[in-house]
Structures are given as C-alpha cells and as structure tokens.
C-alpha cells in the first residue's frame, strides 16, 4: 500500500476540537465552537459516504472559520492530494505541522505528499525526524529507507535497512529488497552476500539457494549457478526445483539432453504443485511445435503429470491442447470433457474446446446435448448458444435451434463475425420450417454485415432457385459467390440449378459439368440435379445413368425413383 494511500485509509488522527489555537487568532465564541463542531461532523459524514466536494466545501469553511486547526488543515491537505492538486495539498499539509510539530500523523501526511509529487529531499527530510523522534519504530526506519531510494541515495537506504534488520531481525523482505538495492548498483557480490545470510540463518530452505543460482546465472556466472544446483541436489535430490532450475541451466547451456532429463524428473514429481507444472507444460507447448523430438518429450511429461494429478483439471486441460495441437482431435475432446467431469474444471474456455471439436468431428448429437449445459453454466457467453443452434439445427430439432439462435443473440457484443455467423445459421433453419421472410431477413442482415460471406451469398441463392424467387438476385449472389471461392463444387452445383430454374440449359450443364470435374459427382443431390439439367438437354440416356447413380449415393428427393421409372421404361 502506498504511504498517501495508507494515510488516506486511516481517517483522522484527532479531534478538531483538540488543537492548539494560534495566540493571534481569537478564541471561538461558545456559538461559534458549536457551529463549528456541526460543521466538522457534518464534513465527516459527507466524506465517509464519498462525497468529496462537498466535504471539501465544508472542511474549505472550517478553515475561514478557524485557520489555525490543524485538523481541518490536516482534512483539506488528504482531499486535495487525492484529487491531485498539489499547490494546495503542499498548504495545507505544511500548514498542519507547522500548527501541530508533534502530531506524527500530520508529519506522516506531509511526507506523503512530498512523496506523491516527486520531492524527494523533503520526504527524507520528514522521516528523518520521525526517525530520530522514535528510533525504535520500524516502519518509519522502512519508509525513511524508501526516501532515500527515492533520492537516489542507494547506499543511505541500504543503511537504513540495515539498522531496522538489527531492529526485527533477519528477514526476507528487508533481505529482497537490499538484494535488488545492490543489484541496480551492479554490485552482484553486495546482493549475493545478502541472499548468502539467509542460506546460512535456514541451510535447508532450497528457495535461498535457487534465487542465488538463478542469480547466478541471470548474470552470466554459470559455473556459480552450477555449483549452487549441485547443493540443491545434495540437500533433497527428490525435490523438484532443483531439477527445474537445472533443466533451465542445462537449456541455457545449449545441453538439450540433460534439460529434458531435469524436466522430466521435475513434472514426474508429486511435491511439485500443478500450478508450478502448468506454465512449463505451456512453454514447451510453444518450443515443440516444430521440434518432433521435444514434442514426443513433451507428452512423456504430460502423462507424468496426469499420472501424479489424475484429480486435477489442469492437467487434462494441457494435455488435451497438446493433443488438439497434434491433429488427435477425438484423443482432445476426451481429455477436454474428462478435464470438465472434475471438481473445478467447468471453465468456459475448456467448453469451448470441446463444442468446436464436436463440431469439427460432426458429432451433432453431442453438441446438441453438450452446448446447452454450456448454456447453464456460462448464460452471458454467446457461444454456446450459436453451438447449441448448430446441434439441434442439424439433428433436425428446428424449434430449439432458434430458440437456443435467437437468445444467443442478445449476448453478442462488439463482434460483428460471430453475429453474422447466427444470422446465417438462423436464415438456414427458418428456410427449413419454410419461414422464407424470416430466412430472407436473416440472409440479408448477414450480407448486410459482410457482403463478401460465399456461403451466406451461395446458400441464400440456392434457396431462392428452389422456390423459383428473385432469380436475377440468386444470379447475382452465386456469380459473386463463386468468384469469392472458384473452385468449390458445392458453390458450382448452386450456379448450374440458378441457371435451370431460369430455363438456361446450356449454361447449367456447363456449369454442372465443371461441379463434377471437382468432386461433385460423390453427393446424391448434386448427380440429381445433373439427371435434371441433362433431361432439358436432350440427354435422356446420360440423365438415366445420373440418376441412378444418385439413388446410389442417397440424400436425393422423394422424386428420384419416378424419375429413373420414367425414363428407364421403354
């Protein structure tokens, strides 16, 4: 806590009351001292509820009232340091101690002010008083250390620092903060012989000797660092941190072997906390992806980590991003979902991982039962709900979709990309409840935030050739579609059907006979759709064979069997 902020929190030292009257100035009349005390109590009250003006307002009275009340001056210099206004924060608390020499909460004050407007002279001038006031208090020994830091006096600080240890005791905050002290002189032996006295107060405490062995190493003094982990080891060779801090030497050394041994007996262990295994496990997530012998390391440690931590989350989060990473998706999402089976585990980024894999996976059933718990737990994330869409849009469960679709939407906020994404996904279930003003508004609010969306472009011509609607627009938008994404079977099939249902044979079949040079040929819908176009060409045998190729390969309309009766009857 800051030493202004500190002040701030204490409140008043004294009552107003109590303060020395200057000889000069008259004595308050009995009606006066009473408005006076009203008024005080009155700028208290507005001040504890955080109306500071008008406590300032108030307290700005008191002080035309009676100027020498070292309280009130004492009030306005807190008020007007927190609003930053320093010419009158410098007044008032000068002004204070000068009324109150004695008062070492004024004195505190005034330090504090220096402090928070970069006078760092007098800030040590204050401590210093207050030092030789009460030499025996530490805290103002600490803060008078602080001054002098702040006075760039280095060597003055570590001096103050030394006579409060020689108050206290050794301790490790005052040893930290003369380690970093020395550390910014570039006096390297200063800061070691600090962190030494420490190593020989508590010679088993391993923290002491690995901070003067990263030290060590931080510096360039490898061989010191070394002969520091090998102690580590003689200590507690089954104690994970000096195989870390080995690991780290080891990896700095260029010895990559001998780093990933340390690492290994390191994440193996049980002593070591999940929390310290996480963020080695996430840097070697980003050092293995194109070092296949790491990664293969990696992942010998990911089981070592499951093996000592089989009840921790964390665990199975990581080795499901290693396994996500590597292309084992199915292996991910049971890690991801056991990771979410365990106590604390219901994180929204974990959920995450496991609806988009379900989706990359076309394990619609699951999203369909997966998303809306996501919902439950995470009701303000608007992911989930698009997922849930997707899942029962797909398992043909209509209404839910634009339930789960349309609620999704009031959580979508600064991210026109996904709100683009529901109204796609909203336009393609309305099309198959037949709602086709709905489906019609929801395509041209998705266009309307990215007109260059080929899919949204392709899927609302296709359902415009099906109906026989807006033709020349269904022309334009699978035109542009297909010259956003050339090449795309599925986008060439919605060009070649526009061009029927607009009775341009030719160009259909041109334009089909392209989709089936891509792959095309493999979906039943799309051979259907050849049969058709070949028949209003003339092709009456090739439509029979495409025909029946498409009953071959299913997803076809109820009218394929009529169809193939029609023309294979002689």
């Not at 699951?366 to 997922?387: G, H, I, M, R, T």
């Not at 938008?477 to 044979?505: C, I």
């Not at 029979?544 to 109820?558: I, N, R, V």
């Amino acid at each position: 806590m800051s030493l202004l902020l500190l002040v701030l929190v204490l409140g008043t030292p004294a009552l107003a009351q109590d303060d020395t009257e200057s000889d000069t100035e008259p004595t308050l009349s009995q009606k006066q001292q009473r408005k006076f005390n009203e008024l005080f109590f009155l700028a208290e009250k507005e001040k504890n509820l955080g109306n500071l003006k008008e406590a300032l307002e108030i307290y700005d009275q008191l002080y035309r009232m009676s100027a020498s009340n070292a309280t009130v001056c004492y009030e306005l210099a807190r008020l007007y340091a927190e609003s930053g206004e320093q010419e009158n924060a410098l007044f008032y608390a000068e002004r204070a101690v000068e009324l109150a020499p004695d008062n070492k909460w004024f004195m505190i004050l005034l330090a504090s002010v220096y402090r928070e407007f970069d006078m760092p002279e007098k800030e040590v001038a204050i401590f210093q008083q207050l030092v030789n006031k009460v030499p025996d208090n530490p805290d103002y020994r600490y803060e008078l250390a602080v001054a002098h830091l702040n006075n760039e006096e280095p060597k003055k600080a570590i001096g103050e620092l030394n006579k409060l240890e020689e108050l206290v005791g050794l301790n490790e905050m005052i040893t930290d903060q003369k380690k970093q002290i020395y550390l910014e002189m570039g006096d390297l032996d200063g800061a070691a012989r600090e962190i030494e006295k420490l190593i020989e107060a508590f010679p088993r405490e391993l923290d002491y000797y690995g901070t003067l062995g990263q030290m060590y190493q931080i510096n360039g003094f490898e061989d010191k660092a070394y002969d520091i982990y090998q102690k580590m080891l003689e200590i507690a060779p089954e104690d994970p941190r000096p195989h870390l801090d080995l690991a780290e030497y080891y990896r700095q050394t260029g010895k990559f072997e001998k780093s990933v041994f340390h690492l290994k007996k390191a994440m193996a262990s049980p002593y070591l906390d999940i929390d310290k295994k996480v963020p080695v496990l996430l840097s070697l997530y980003n050092v293995s992806e194109k070092d296949t012998t790491l990664r293969k390391e990696a992942f010998i440690m990911l089981e070592d980590v499951i093996r000592t931590n089989p009840e921790n989350p964390k665990a199975y989060a990581v080795y499901g991003d290693f396994l996500n990473r590597d292309g084992r998706s199915k292996e991910a999402l049971e890690a991801y979902q056991k990771a979410v089976s365990l106590e604390g585990g219901n994180k929204f980024e974990i959920w995450e991982q496991i609806l988009l894999l379900e989706a990359q996976l076309e394990q619609f059933k699951s999203l369909a039962e997966d998303a809306p718990k996501a919902v439950e737990l995470f009701p303000n994330q608007p992911l989930p709900y698009f997922f849930a869409g997707v899942g029962f849009n797909l398992t043909e469960d209509y209404d839910e979709a634009t339930y789960y679709l349309e609620e999704g939407l009031n959580y979508v906020i600064g991210n026109p990309r996904l709100k683009e994404q529901f109204y796609t996904q909203l336009a393609d279930v309305y099309h198959k409840l037949e709602l086709h003003n709905k489906s019609d508004g929801y395509f041209d609010k998705a266009l309307s935030l990215n007109g260059n969306n080929p899919t949204a472009l392709n899927n609302y011509a296709y359902y415009l050739s099906v109906r026989g609607e807006k033709l020349d627009k269904a022309l334009e938008m699978t035109q542009k579609s297909n010259t956003l994404a050339p090449n795309n079977a599925t986008f060439l099939d919605t060009w070649a059907w526009v061009h029927y249902q607009r009775g341009e044979y030719k160009e259909a079949l041109e334009k089909m006979e392209k989709a089936l040079s891509l792959g095309g040929d493999r979906f039943g819908e799309v051979m259907e759709h050849y049969g058709d176009i070949l028949l209003k060409n003339g092709q009456k045998e090739k439509a029979l064979e495409a025909y029946q190729k498409a009953k071959t390969l299913g997803d076809t309309s109820d009218a394929i069997d009529g169809k193939i009766n029609k023309l294979a009857t002689p």
